[in-house]
T-cell receptor, first 112, second 114 residues
């Protein structure tokens, strides 16, 4: 079983829709949670960065972490064709270990 | 632009050969991470350096090695290349080695082994 599971999609939505992207993780040591956006095999771009449980909002993006259920989500409001990309969740433990563990990515297409 | 620079962008080489990938971290960042991304494996952590010292190691093959130099740039050396080594190799950097520090990725080196 992978430490971070992510539905690979693909996910296709009309422009303006609310998008929900989700990941689950198994390691209770994970304390930091990130969402990256990756266009056409370019470098992953950091979108959101959260610590422990709760919500964080940045413009049209909201990241949500529920540590009790080991569930992390990214919501995109008023989705745009330019949001079409692969979205990767990532986790990082506290303590001495530092590497990010990624989900497999969800491919999103926003149709105009 | 993340500020992390990787060279070369593309590399085509034959099986059995050796290549070196280079990464310049963002200004001021002390920590460098290397990741491999293939279609079937996703983003896999290879190795991390902090201020010249190895800090963490993932599933990096013995044929692969890395180092971080005093000017903080890093190189990933891949030797005895096999067809299965074809992948995107990404470098990321962060300000420190501590958990909870945001990591920023370069644009990657696309390696094709023929």
């Amino acid at each position: 079983q992978k430490e971070v599971e992510q539905d690979p999609g693909p996910l296709s939505v009309p422009e303006g829709a609310i998008v929900s992207l989700n990941c689950t993780y198994s390691n209770s040591a994970f304390q930091y949670f990130m969402w990256y956006r990756q266009y056409s095999r370019k470098g992953p771009e950091l979108l959101m960065y959260t610590y422990s449980s709760g919500n964080k909002e940045d413009g049209r993006f909201t990241a949500q972490v529920d540590k009790s259920s080991k569930y992390i989500s990214l919501f995109i409001r008023d989705s745009q064709p330019s949001d079409s990309a692969t979205y990767l969740c990532a986790t990082q433990p506290s303590g001495s270990a530092r590497q990010l563990t990624f989900g497999s990515g969800t491919q999103l297409t926003v149709l105009p | 632009d993340s500020g992390v620079t990787q060279t070369p962008k593309h590399l085509i080489t034959a099986t059995g050969q050796r290549v070196t990938l280079r990464c310049s971290p963002r200004s001021g960042d002390l920590s460098v991470y290397w990741y491999q991304q293939s279609l079937d494996q996703g983003l896999q952590f290879l190795i991390q350096y902090y201020n010249g010292e190895e800090r963490a190691k993932g599933n990096i093959l013995e044929r692969f090695s890395a180092q971080q130099f005093p000017d903080l740039h890093s190189e990933l050396n891949l030797s005895s290349l096999e067809l299965g080594d074809s992948a995107l190799y990404f470098c990321a950097s962060s300000a420190s080695a501590g958990a909870g520090t945001e990591a920023f990725f370069g644009q990657g080196t696309r390696l094709t082994v023929v």
